[in-house]
Every structure is written in structure tokens, then in C-alpha cells.
């Protein structure tokens, strides 16, 4: 995984409330056995006209002009700015693997799904949570300015506007630590693999019904 | 001390180690794979040179993608036509063979949607930890065992540490007291309570179902209580262990041998939350206030009972609430205040891990004994969540009702829950589908999809609009919720 960085990005604003993630990314393209290539269909009913198929060339496809991302102002967006519980519905990875590939590093909402959240973390993109009312004004400032940036710096934990107003937002210390280090979970856990197993021997031995194959 | 919630009892049971930083890694008994959410991980494990930490706790099967017309499901993998779907589930069955896991294929006996195939095989018991690289692993959860949705990087966690990264969640209690009315299902009682405290009102929460209507539910109606606990934000349902759960498991394939099976018992009887239990939040619904629920909008938590109508956005005092259900309106094709009863269906969609259990399409099959589909309806089908619940339905004559009524019997799968196989609905039709998720398009593009039990949908297949299934006949519907 990537470290992250600080850095200023475009803001797109997403006006909607409860953005599942079959909208963030249809089900047609969870065929894919890769983890990559999801950025082209994220969104995919909102920004085409038609409906997608998984491999297709989409440079072909008619795009919504009403929709934010397919707007020129809002070209190259890295920060995503959203309504409340965002990512709802799937706990398909796809979600942010298809924002991620589109270019976000950041979500920013009043609350976001909980499945969602996790694997946003794991996949390096930063999920910031502000209040309704900070977000209702992040939305007024980006409409009423072209080309709004947003300062991100995880590091610190606070967002800074283009008018040098410091946001703070919370965010676990293990999640920065691993996002700003660019670490991988598994790695960290195999660390404790003598507790896995020490837990593991105590629990087969209290219940060992719990470790039987099928008859 | 106040006393332990049973979910404080599993999550305590599991704890393997507390960091500084408020995460936890937390013990994995099981792990159910299927193919779409499975691939990425055993190619992470692969690339950086892992083994599977536990094989045995692991089970696979493929669903999402599995035709289920019977002709195709008769060539096995080769019947499915779709070239991606096809690479998709002949790498389940590859990724399974090269390590090792057992999987229920294509056409064994046992395959099913994973969330019907766990219980039924007794490979989820109470007091386990449960995972799947699905959002409806909550269903498991009617067992008494933690179960989480998992997303892939999550999966592969776990295939190679058996642990999960987690942190501890809230309490909150979900009580319905009192006694359903007749036709009245746990489905209605799932939408009714999703309706009540909204699609995020469990966000950070564990659930736990109780109270006396809950308790006289079947283990097929608390997993679909428990399934639908994520349309309601949380990522975990619990029900305690009673008589109803340890009856069920009974001779189960997975389940203890009969040296361990006393043992295994007195240990479930202790999965229930201690009286003093503290929930740091609550909410109680009243049984006989439920009636059959119908969803109108394009999330779940947009849902009325039959008897009521599709309300007007402007009613709202939330802008944004206003602005969500105007779009729902629109993309639904409903207007504000029609009745519930006039919503004309074109398609009828019996089956899911919410509602493809044998309980399910019994009553769905009352519905439907000795009527026909209405002619306005375009496709009216039945897809049993498993192999053996569809061996089950068809040795008690079930197929042969809905055969006769003019519905398609199938094969089992996740089918049109969420159309990644053929099944899918055209833009603009409306389904009564007794799945879990209303979506935009995820029934299939431009699709509109109204949530409601076996009974409500089979109902509907027959008048072609939404009926109120207390009102049929008797004989018909109204003994619906026994089974
Ligand atoms: S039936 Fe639907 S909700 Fe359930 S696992 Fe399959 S796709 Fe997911």
C-alpha cells in the first residue's frame, strides 16, 4: 500500500444521501478476479447514459453532462465530498477499489456504512467524518468556487480551506499509523502469531466441537 | 458490575489480543467463501507467498453467479454462458482445489447461497465466530454466533492469520414484544423495525433481537430477522440460544458428535445476555402494531405496511430527507399518497438468503395452492436457497404448486437477489422480490424492486398488484407464520 501523503486535491461534491456501494459500483463488474481496472465504472449508472458491460471500452460510451464527475470544473478530483452513510448496502471491496482507481485519496462525509469504512482504510483512502453542518458548508463553498481545493493532512488529523479555516477530524490512531505508513495488516498480525496460537490451543481445548470437519 | 450482553459473552470468548490502540484481534472459527468476494484474496495470499492459517475452518460454495434455469445448471460450470461469470466460479473451484477447502460445487446436493448452506450443514453453531466476504453474514447471527460481513483484504486476513481485526462494537437491543398477528412474518418484522430506527439506526452497533415475538420465531424466521440487521446499519444480529436453536443443530453434518453434544449444550445454554445486561441503546416495536410491511422507495428503510400509501416527499421536514425520497419517487415511478395495494407488479421474485428457506416457500406455496399468476405478470420465479431445500420442497410437493400456479421452479443461487446471473429485471418493471435490498439497479438496470415476505410476494404474483394477505381466504395465507 502506498503511504499517505499530504496533499491538495479537487473536491467533487456527491449531493445525495445514502450512496450504496451497488451504485459506487455495479454488481456487473464484480466478475473481475483482479483488484484493479474498477476506476472507469465508478459511479457507472450515474455518469453513462447507457447501461455498462464488464471489458467494455467506455472512452465509447455516452456520458450524463449532469453529473458531477463528468463536469470539466471537477476534473481530476481526489477528494470526494459526500451526505450521510455513505457506502451502504455490500461489504463488496470493489467500492473502494473503484474510488481509489478513479483518483480519490479522500471521502468526506457526515457518516459513513461500517463494512465500507474498513475496507476504505485497507485500501489507503481516508475517510473523514464531519459534522452535518460543516458538511452543508464544504458543499455551499464548493459550489460557489471553481477549482476548490482541500488541503488533507492526515498527519496532523485537520483539513485546511482555500480561505486557511483548520478543520479537525478524528481518525483511530492505528488506521492513521497504517495509512500514513503505507502498512500491511497481515504483516502486523503475523507479529503475533505466538498468541494466535497459544489462544488457539485454550480454545480447542474448552471447545473443541468448534473445530470438527463434517462427518 | 452490570452483567455481559451476549455479545460482550462472544467477543470475550474470542478475544486473542487487546492493542493499545483500542483494535482487537478476534478469533475466526469459520470462514464461508464464495466466488465473487473470494478471488482477490487467495491471489494476495498467493503473491505474497501465504498459506491458509486453518483449513478446516474453512467452507466454500459458488452462488452469486450460478445460472439457475434447470437446462443450464445441467451442464454444470460449462452451463454458464457468461464468459466472466464462468471465470469467476471455476476459480473458486480452482483456488479450493489448490489449497485444500472444502467446497460444495456447482451441482453438489449441498451447494446453495452461503448464508442457507452454513446453518443447514451445521457449520455455524452458536458461541462461534462466523465470517464471510458478505455484507448478510449477520443471518448467522440467529444462532447465538458473532458473525461479521467481511470485505476481501479481510478475507485474506483471515485465510492467513485466522483473525480479525476488529473493534468492539455498541450494544443495542431490538425488542418485539407481544404476538405477531396472522400473516404476519419475520420478514414483516425485520422491515418493520428497519423502517423504524433507519438504514444507518444500527451503524456501530451489534444487535440483539429479543423479546417474546422474536422468541416464538423459527430458526428460518430469526435468520431472516438477523440477515436483514445490516439494512439496518449493523454489521451484526444476534438472537440468544434457546430450545428452538439447539433443536435445529441437532444431526446436522458440522455439528458436535454425540460424545461432545452435551458438552456443546450446557456451554450454548450460556448465549443469552445476563439479566443485568447494560444496551447502551434500545428500541421495543409492539407485535400487533406490525403489519405486512412493502418497501416503496430505493432503500430499505422506505417501507409502509399494505395497508398504507407512498408518502409525499414534501411531508418531510428534513431537506435532504425530502430530496431522497423525491428521487425515489421518481427513479420508482410511484406518486405521492398512492395506495400500497395499487402498485401493479410486472415481476415476482421468491428466494434470497433472507427468504429461501423450506419455511419460506411453505408459505409462499399456501399462497399460491390451487391459483394461477395473473396474466399482467411477466415472470413469476422460485429459487430455493440450497440443493437439500429444494430436494426438501419437492418431497413435500411444493415445486408442483408453484408449477401449477404458473411460476418457474429453479435451480438454487443468489439469482435475481442481485442479478450478477441471467435473472435479472428490465427497466422500469416493478418486482415484488423477497430479497433484502431495494437499490437502484440492483435487481438489474433501471429495475424497481418492492421488499416483502414469501406470502406478500406470492400474493402479488396471483392479483398482479400488492394484496394484503390477512385478507385472503382462509386456508390460504393466514396461517402463513406458523411452520
Ligand atoms: S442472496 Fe443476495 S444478499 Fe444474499 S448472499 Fe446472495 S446476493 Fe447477497
Not at chain 2, 38 to 44: L, V
Request: aromatic fraction near 8%; hydrophobic fraction near 40%.
Amino acid at each position: 500500500m502506498k503511504k499517505f501523503e499530504r496533499f491538495e486535491g479537487v473536491v467533487a461534491p456527491l449531493d445525495r444521501a445514502n450512496v450504496d456501494t451497488d451504485l459506487i459500483i455495479p454488481k456487473q463488474f464484480l466478475k473481475s478476479i483482479k483488484r484493479t481496472g474498477f476506476g472507469v465504472n465508478l459511479f457507472d449508472e450515474l455518469r453513462y447514459l447507457d447501461e455498462g458491460q464488464p471489458g467494455q471500452d467506455c472512452s465509447q460510451r455516452p456520458l450524463n453532462p449532469d453529473f458531477v464527475l463528468n463536469q470539466p470544473r471537477f476534473k481530476g478530483a481526489e477528494v470526494l465530498l459526500a451526505r450521510r452513510n455513505f457506502g451502504c448496502g455490500s461489504s463488496r471491496e470493489h467500492a473502494p477499489w473503484a474510488l481509489e482507481d478513479f483518483g480519490f485519496k479522500v471521502v468526506i462525509a457526515p457518516s459513513f456504512a461500517d463494512i465500507f469504512y474498513n475496507n476504505s482504510f485497507k485500501n489507503g483512502i481516508l475517510l473523514i467524518t464531519f459534522p452535518e453542518d460543516v458538511v452543508d458548508r464544504l458543499f455551499a463553498e464548493v459550489a460557489a468556487n471553481d477549482g476548490y481545493q482541500l488541503d488533507v493532512d492526515l498527519e496532523h488529523k485537520r483539513v485546511i480551506t482555500p480561505s486557511g479555516e483548520i478543520l479537525e477530524f478524528e481518525v483511530d490512531d492505528f488506521r492513521k499509523h497504517c495509512l500514513l505508513e503505507g502498512l500491511d495488516d497481515i504483516g502486523l498480525t503475523l507479529k503475533d502469531e505466538d498468541a494466535i496460537r497459544a489462544f488457539e490451543q485454550k480454545h480447542k481445548a474448552a471447545r473443541p466441537w468448534l473445530f470438527r470437519q463434517s462427518a | 458490575m452490570s452483567g455481559q450482553t451476549l455479545y460482550d459473552k462472544l467477543w470475550n470468548q474470542h478475544l486473542v489480543k487487546q492493542r493499545d490502540d483500542g483494535t482487537a484481534l478476534i478469533y475466526i472459527d469459520r470462514q464461508l467463501l464464495h466466488e465473487v468476494t473470494s478471488p482477490q484474496a487467495f491471489e494476495g495470499l498467493r503473491l505474497a507467498n501465504r498459506k491458509p492459517w486453518r483449513l478446516d475452518a474453512n467452507l466454500a460454495t459458488p452462488d452469486h453467479n450460478v445460472p439457475t434455469t434447470i437446462k443450464e445448471r445441467a451442464e454444470g460450470n460449462s452451463g454458464i454462458k457468461d464468459p466472466v461469470s464462468l471465470i469467476q466460479v471455476q476459480t473458486l473451484d480452482d483456488n479450493c482445489l489448490e489449497y485444500g477447502i472444502e467446497e460444495f460445487k456447482i451441482n453438489d446436493p449441498r451447494q446453495g447461497i452461503v448464508h442457507v448452506v452454513g446453518p443447514e450443514q451445521g457449520a455455524t453453531l452458536p458461541g462461534m465466530t462466523v465470517v464471510c466476504g458478505d455484507s448478510h453474514t449477520a443471518t448467522h447471527g440467529a444462532f447465538g454466533a458473532l458473525a461479521h460481513g467481511i470485505g476481501t483484504s479481510e478475507v485474506e486476513h483471515v485465510m492467513a492469520t485466522q483473525c480479525l481485526l476488529a473493534q468492539k462494537m455498541k450494544n443495542m437491543q431490538v425488542r418485539v414484544e407481544g404476538e405477531l398477528g396472522l400473516g404476519v412474518t419475520a420478514k414483516d418484522v425485520v422491515l418493520a423495525i428497519i423502517g423504524k430506527i433507519g438504514t444507518a439506526g444500527g451503524t456501530g452497533y451489534a444487535i440483539e433481537f429479543a423479546g417474546s415475538a422474536i422468541a416464538s420465531l423459527s430458526m428460518e424466521g430469526r435468520m431472516t430477522v438477523c440477515n436483514m440487521a445490516i439494512e439496518a446499519g449493523a454489521r451484526v444480529g444476534l438472537i440468544a440460544v434457546d430450545d428452538t436453536t439447539i433443536d435445529y443443530l441437532g444431526k446436522r453434518p458440522f455439528a458436535p458428535t454425540a460424545e461432545q453434544w452435551e458438552a456443546a449444550v450446557a456451554d450454548w445454554r450460556n448465549l443469552v445476555s445476563d439479566a443485568d445486561a447494560q444496551f447502551d441503546k434500545a428500541v421495543t416495536l409492539q407485535a400487533e402494531e406490525i403489519e405486512p410491511q412493502v418497501s416503496w422507495g430505493t432503500s430499505p428503510e422506505m417501507v409502509t405496511g399494505i395497508s398504507g400509501q407512498v408518502p409525499d416527499p414534501f411531508a418531510a421536514l428534513d431537506e435532504t430527507v425530502q430530496r431522497s425520497h423525491t428521487r425515489a419517487l421518481e427513479y420508482m415511478g410511484l406518486q405521492a399518497n398512492q395506495k400500497i395495494t395499487d402498485i401493479k407488479l410486472d415481476k415476482i421474485f421468491i428466494g434470497s438468503c433472507t427468504n429461501s428457506r423450506i419455511e419460506d416457500l411453505r408459505e409462499a406455496a399456501k399462497v399460491a395452492k390451487g391459483k394461477k399468476v395473473a396474466d399482467s405478470i411477466k415472470l413469476a420465479m422460485v429459487v430455493p436457497g440450497s440443493g437439500l431445500v429444494k430436494r426438501q420442497a419437492e418431497a413435500e410437493g411444493l415445486d408442483k404448486i408453484f408449477i401449477e400456479a404458473g411460476f418457474e421452479w429453479r435451480e438454487p443461487g443468489c439469482s435475481m437477489c442481485l442479478a450478477m446471473n441471467a435473472d435479472k429485471l428490465g427497466a422500469g418493471e416493478h418486482c415484488a422480490s423477497t430479497s433484502n435490498r431495494n437499490f437502484e439497479g440492483r435487481q438489474g438496470y433501471g429495475g424497481r424492486t418492492h421488499l416483502v415476505s414469501p406470502a406478500m410476494a406470492a400474493a402479488a404474483a396471483i392479483a398482479g398488484h400488492f394484496v394484503d394477505v390477512r385478507t385472503l381466504p382462509a386456508n390460504d395465507a393466514t396461517h402463513a407464520q406458523e411452520a
